[in-house]
């Protein structure tokens, strides 16, 4: 038995406000691109199963648009492959808190071959493969007392689907996402466990693997930056897991920190030059972040915007990530002679007033977190006020 494995397809992601000239936002359009590679690539492979672990959409009502293309993409492959059976479950991205809400997924069902599990867990049966698949969509895990995962004694071949951070994985947050204990699944009892959450690919076992997001759409795309993009092929005879690295997925550069300490604004010109005009193959359409350390706010005035402005125009998007000198004062001084920065602020809170729920956790590692998501707000309102 041979399948194809996915997840973390994020239909419908938009970021940076750029359209093409149909009007769709181009990131949105480089995701629907990829998903179109992932089926004709598994077009090619004809697998007996297509797994869909979780995170189909990046909304829980994602466009019209997105929802159409997604039906059509999916009507298509089962067009061109109709011996495959098609298994989608629900991800943390696409699943609404209120079961009432209704799942978009559902509609997906429409199309034959196609299965869809949703909210509770479900085992569907395929009795001409000999085969079990356990699906335990992000809802059914979210639960105080859950469904014992243990294999089907009368299939000769048992799959296990799920949508959560796996207990394994050294994530600094798992977003809402359901944690999967080690202890709760043995990939010994399991022909294949096919996670979806996690965006990077990951073999957790050579049978318990995630093959990671199809494009770029964490919430840190640095981090997912020089990881490669794609999906996994599994023979559950040989047991042999293949990586299947896509070709769409649009560069994201995240370039070596200029030390502007100590720097000129000319000096700090030609190091943003350097860097900028030493990436191989130009900037043009690439998504790229230059974070520069130690750059006082009137040093940062004092660049040459418009040139940083043409950067910006021929990038797809041009991260600047300018970070002010950090100041060394007492915490309990009260900052005489100045307030403290929004960025101190957030810091000494996370530092030392606030009380997490959960026991295991890496301060320094959210600290961290929280300063990049504020970076982020500032930027975003820097792009606003740009245009
Ligand atoms: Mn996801």
């Known amino acids: ?33 990829a998903f179109r590679e992932v089926l004709d690539r598994t077009l090619e492979i004809k697998p007996d199963l297509l797994l869909v672990a979780g995170d189909v959409f990046h909304t829980v009502r994602p466009s019209n648009a997105a929802i159409a293309d997604a ?104 977003y809402g996402a359901a944690v999967l204990p080690s202890d709760e ?18 073999k957790l076992a050579p049978n318990m693997i995630y093959p990671g997001a199809i494009e770029r ?12 993009k794609g999906f996994v092929e599994f023979e559950t005879k040989k047991g042999r897991a293949r990586f299947h690295e896509l070709d769409t997925p649009r560069m994201v550069i995240d370039l070596e920190p200029v030390l502007g300490h100590e720097l000129a604004p000319e000096q700090l010109d030609g190091a943003i030059e350097s860097a900028l005009d030493g990436v191989v193959g130009g900037i043009d359409g690439k998504i790229i972040r230059l974070r520069l350390f130690g750059v006082p706010r009137e040093v940062y005035r ?19 990530d300018v970070r002010p000198p950090e100041v060394r004062r007492s915490e309990s001084s009260g900052a005489p002679g100045g ?29 961290e977190l929280g300063l990049r998501y504020l970076q982020r707000a500032e930027e975003a309102e820097a792009l606003e006020s740009r245009d």
Not at 7 to 30: K, M, Q, S, V
Not at 302 to 320: F, N, S
Request: aromatic share 6%.
């Open 185 to 202: 699944i043995k990939p010994e009892q399991w022909d294949y466990i096919a996670l979806g959450h996690y965006h990077l690919y990951e």
């Open 339 to 367: 307030r403290r920065s929004l960025r101190e602020e957030l810091s000494a809170f996370l530092k030392h007033h606030w009380k997490p729920e959960a026991d295991k956790l890496d301060r320094e590692a959210l600290i």
């Open 217 to 228: 759409t964490s919430l840190d795309i640095w981090s997912e930056a020089d990881k490669p």
């Open 1 to 33: 038995m041979k399948l194809v494995h996915t997840a973390d397809l994020h239909l419908g992601y938009r970021a940076y406000h750029r359209t093409d000239a149909r009007g769709i936002n181009i990131r949105e359009a480089d995701v629907a691109g």
């Open 71 to 174: 039906f059509r993409q999916f009507s298509r492959f089962r067009q061109g492959s109709p011996d495959t059976q098609v298994l989608i479950i629900a991800g943390n991205h696409d699943s609404p808190r209120a079961a009432e809400t209704g799942n978009i997924l559902r509609l997906f069902s429409e199309i034959p071959g196609v299965h869809v599990v949703h909210h509770e867990p479900r085992r569907l049966t395929f009795p001409q493969l000999g085969t079990s698949v356990l699906c335990l969509p992000h809802n059914s895990l979210m639960v105080e007392t859950r469904h014992a995962i243990e294999p089907d004694s009368e299939a000769e071949t048992n799959i296990l689907m799920a949508h959560a951070a796996h207990e394994r994985l050294k994530l600094i947050s798992h």
């Open 302 to 320: 004092e660049l040459d915007h418009r040139k940083i402005r043409d950067y910006r125009t021929a990038a797809l998007h041009l991260h600047l």
